[in-house]
């Protein structure tokens, strides 16, 4: 009894602080304010913009079609809430229920969210990093600085990472006419999401949209010229390329440094959380008053043997963090599992590109419509013979049927006829992912075993 | 004597003022097998599902020996089935070519530089209407606008237009599966021939002397024959279903006399309005031509491969698992997700066109009309029990704003 009165004096008049103010801290607060809470809501952001969108960042953007500062989340509801923009949270203190930010303020509360997300994985060089003409995409800014100095005209661009990323910014870059050349350390594009048979088809994309793409090579170092421009781009094959503008695209980077010394389960995997978003301590003990959500949340599936997922999707957070936000106002019984079903698309050489499950979990794949040859196609990933992906090229509309087969366990592979079914695909195929050893920079789905948390807690055990 | 199989009395036409009780009575068993293997499916996510199943086809040949063909053209005609009864990859190709001087990314002002138009022939209908006590909203008012609207998407020139009304009658009459008499199947042939005679006319000129609308624009990149189909479905298709549409809205306002006091004030509603109409009185009622290209487990059935399935979108649009209240005309209804349109890549093509059309002719009708009553309600429907609507609604007006 004394939970549900604590519950409701908390939904009246606690302190909700949310850390990230992107779209899952944005969906998060408005979820919060739907369900009546009418405490005082805190939201912390680094950038200093309130929420906007950023899939248009590497698409419409560098295209011209919508400038970086219009795209803005459109709000579902009025949020009431304090705005801490342009100041980064720098510290967690537990046991004071505090966060401390970047300028030493500190902010009290009795739940947390964090939804911190992630930052674009920067040039490992950082004298390089710093050359004028090396780009990340992640943010606003980035996005309006690369869209300037593209609009500028220049020579050639040279995208570092062929993963969703890299892509979509290759592909803008063809759209735009320019120059583009691809380094790609893996054998084909998108290999680490959808294996190497998709991959293949991607590189096929690429090379026809006149993208000079190259695949199992690094850029080994960017030079500059003397008043620090980028000049030229060295490859492992011992070649060089001449460029005035280098996007790195290797993929995204957990913003959990933060929480070092919390004692959180947090680390460069992400915040471990169980299925209601409550968060682990590095000893695998949930906390009741700190939730996570969105791309820095990793939380257990039920159809993926209770592998803890990390997902950067738009969908997951916007999902989880509708599920976050009603844990942290609810007594026990009335909590809900996030059970979302990865999803995500991507539009690159006029193809959209949509995926649901988990392609790099298949150990096998057949082509259940369409053909890779036309680039218009819907595979199907298999698991230990069932459904556990699909991704489709120009086919998102039949994702609907393969979701209910992934979450309905349908055995693979499917022996069923349908609309557009080929006859030389239907012997199902290895995908051919790399190693999960070898570094990849283009899943936006890691598999982080099933431990909650990254750190070993030490137990020795007594002596007999 | 035992009762006639549900899908004859949804034909029936004693029933095609009112089928909801029937419908009704359908959802108690989403999926219904019909002595003759054919299955109805008329509950809400079950229909839904099915029209995203790929297990699914639109191609009447699939269908076991004995079953109807819908779509089939007879093979004197030479003409290939229109896109609507094809699958992929032979719909994705066609569709794709078609909607590249149709809609956006290729052609995203194309519609919309026809607003203009639409608003002209709407506002010459209502100028009509001055000095009269009564008029028929079909005749007067509904029919003439689609006609407009999709010579102008072709390209057909204006004064061929009324040899297009007996044509579109007689071909949007044969969708309806009451219509299996031979009478009504050699009509319906029979005008589609003399179309097609015509549209084929109009194409070779078009090829040669391009012009404005779409058949011009795909001349080069389809067969003579494809592009006839096409634009017989487009004008069947497009023409029938909006009459009827912008009819149901006009009858059910008059039916919710606080709806339309509201829709007076408050011009903005008939986004919703608009959308509630089409989930309460879908102007394509149900989808009597798919055929399981395999066995389909739905709802603890199996529909068998080969068999006929109605998908029954007017029912499952009414189904209360889905809508609270569902026989409720409610125009602040949120998450409206209603079938109006079908769902999955057989979507209404013209879905755009469709909206266009209604939006220009709805709040202009009931800002410049004042109503004082329906005449006759239920007002005579069409024989036809798939696109169905009234075929007259004779209305008492009082009275005509500027």
């Known amino acids: ?464 | 004597m035992t009762p006639d199989p549900i899908s004859a009395q949804i034909i029936d036409y004693a029933n095609r003022a009112d089928p909801y009780p029937l419908y009704a009575e359908l959802r108690k068993t989403p999926v219904i097998r019909e002595d003759d293997g054919t299955y109805l499916v008329s509950t809400y996510h079950e229909v839904r599902s099915l029209a995203n199943d790929p297990r699914l086809s639109n191609d009447t040949s699939n269908r076991l020996p004995g079953y109807a063909r819908t779509g089939q053209p007879a093979e004197e005609t030479g003409l290939p089935p229109s896109f609507i009864f094809t699958d992929p990859p032979v719909h994705d190709r066609l569709r794709d070519t078609i909607n590249r001087p149709f809609g956006p990314p290729h052609s995203p002002r194309f519609l919309d530089d026809l607003r203009g138009e639409l608003a002209t022939v709407v506002s010459g209908l209502l100028d009509a209407f001055k000095g009269k006590d009564q008029v028929d909203i079909v005749e007067d008012f509904s029919y003439p606008l689609p006609v407009t609207a999709i010579c102008r998407v072709l390209g057909v020139p204006r004064e061929d237009e009324p040899r297009f009304h007996g044509w579109a009658d007689a071909l949007a009459s044969s969708l309806d599966p009451s219509s299996g008499g031979d009478n009504h199947q050699e009509e319906a042939q029979r005008a589609r021939q003399e179309l097609g005679a015509y549209l084929a006319d109009l194409i070779e000129t078009k090829r040669r002397h391009p012009g404005p609308g779409i058949l011009s624009a795909l001349a080069p990149d389809m067969t003579p024959a494809d592009l006839e189909a096409t634009a017989v479905l487009l004008l069947v298709a497009g023409h029938e279903t909006t009459v009827n549409a912008i009819t149901n809205t006009t009858l059910t306002l008059l039916r919710h006399p606080d709806v339309l006091e509201r829709f007076r004030n408050e011009p903005q509603l008939a986004v919703p309005l608009i959308e509630e109409v089409l989930r309460y009185e879908p102007p394509v009622q149900f989808i009597p031509f798919t055929t399981a290209l395999a066995d389909i487990d739905v709802a603890g059935t199996t529909i068998p491969k080969g068999s006929p399935v109605w998908l029954m979108l007017a029912a499952a649009n009414r189904d209360p698992a889905r809508f609270h209240d569902p026989d409720r005309f409610d125009p602040d209804r949120k998450d409206n997700e209603h079938l109006g349109f079908y769902t999955g890549i057989h979507y209404c093509f013209g879905a755009p066109l469709a909206r266009m059309e209604l939006h220009a002719a709805v709040p202009e009708l009931f800002r410049r009309v004042k109503f004082s009553g329906l005449l006759e309600d239920p007002p005579p429907y069409r024989a036809n029990a798939v696109l169905r609507g009234p075929r007259h609604l004779p209305v008492a007006i009082d009275g005509l704003t500027a």
């Open chain 1, 1 to 464: 009894m004394s939970a549900d009165t604590d519950v409701e004096v908390l939904r009246r008049q606690g302190r909700i602080v949310v850390v990230g103010a992107s779209l899952a801290g944005l969906r998060a607060a408005e979820t919060l304010r739907e369900q009546g809470f009418t405490g005082s809501l805190t939201m912390i952001g680094d950038e200093p913009y309130e929420p906007y969108d950023r899939p248009p960042l590497s698409k419409q953007a560098l295209l011209g079609r919508a400038r970086p500062e219009d795209t803005a989340l459109p709000r579902r509801r009025d949020i009431d809430a304090e705005w801490r923009l342009g100041v980064a949270a720098e510290e967690l203190d537990r046991d004071a229920k505090r966060v401390i930010l970047a300028n030493g303020d500190s902010v009290p509360y009795d739940r947390l969210l964090i939804t911190t997300g992630t930052r674009a994985r920067p040039w490992f060089h950082p004298e390089e990093a710093a050359l004028e003409g090396v780009f990340v995409l992640r943010t606003r800014d980035d996005s309006a600085r690369l869209t300037r100095k593209l609009a500028g005209g220049v020579s050639r661009v040279l995208v570092i990472g062929a993963g969703f990323t890299g892509s979509e910014v290759a592909s803008a870059c063809r759209e735009l006419g320019l120059d583009v050349t691809v380094a790609e350390r893996g054998p084909a594009p998108l290999v680490g999401a959808l294996g190497g048979v998709i991959g293949a088809v991607a590189d096929r994309l690429q090379r026809k949209h006149g993208v000079d793409l190259r695949c199992g090579i690094s850029v080994t170092a960017l030079e500059g010229d003397d008043v620090g421009r980028l000049k030229r781009a060295h490859l492992s094959d011992g070649s060089a390329i001449d460029v005035e503008v280098a996007v790195v695209s290797l993929g995204a980077m957990r913003n959990t440094e933060w929480l070092v010394g919390s004692g959180l389960a947090a680390g460069p995997r992400g915040i471990a959380c169980d299925a209601g978003c409550r968060v682990f301590d590095v000893n695998g003990i949930v906390t009741d008053d700190i939730y996570a959500a969105g791309d820095v949340a990793r939380s257990p599936h039920p159809l993926f043997d209770y592998q803890f997922l990390a997902l950067e999707h738009w969908g997951n957070a916007v999902e989880q963090s509708k599920i976050a936000a009603h844990n942290m106002i609810c007594a026990g019984p009335e909590r809900r599992p996030h059970l979302w079903l990865p999803m995500f698309w991507s539009t690159q050489f006029g193809v959209n590109i949509k995926s649901v499950g988990v392609p790099s979990l298949g150990d096998q794949l057949g082509v259940a419509q369409g053909a890779l040859a036309e680039e218009r196609f819907v595979a199907v990933y298999g698991y230990r013979g069932r459904c556990i992906a699909a991704v489709s090229f120009d086919g998102a509309k039949w994702l609907g049927f393969y979701e209910e087969q992934i979450a309905s366990g349908a055995p693979f592979p499917l022996e069923y006829r349908t609309v557009d079914r080929r006859t030389e695909m239907l012997q199902p195929v290895d995908p051919a992912f790399p190693d999960p050893h070898l570094p990849t920079h283009g899943a936006t789905v890691t598999l982080t075993g099933h431990s909650p948390t990254e750190r070993r807690v030490e137990f020795v055990p007594a002596h007999a």
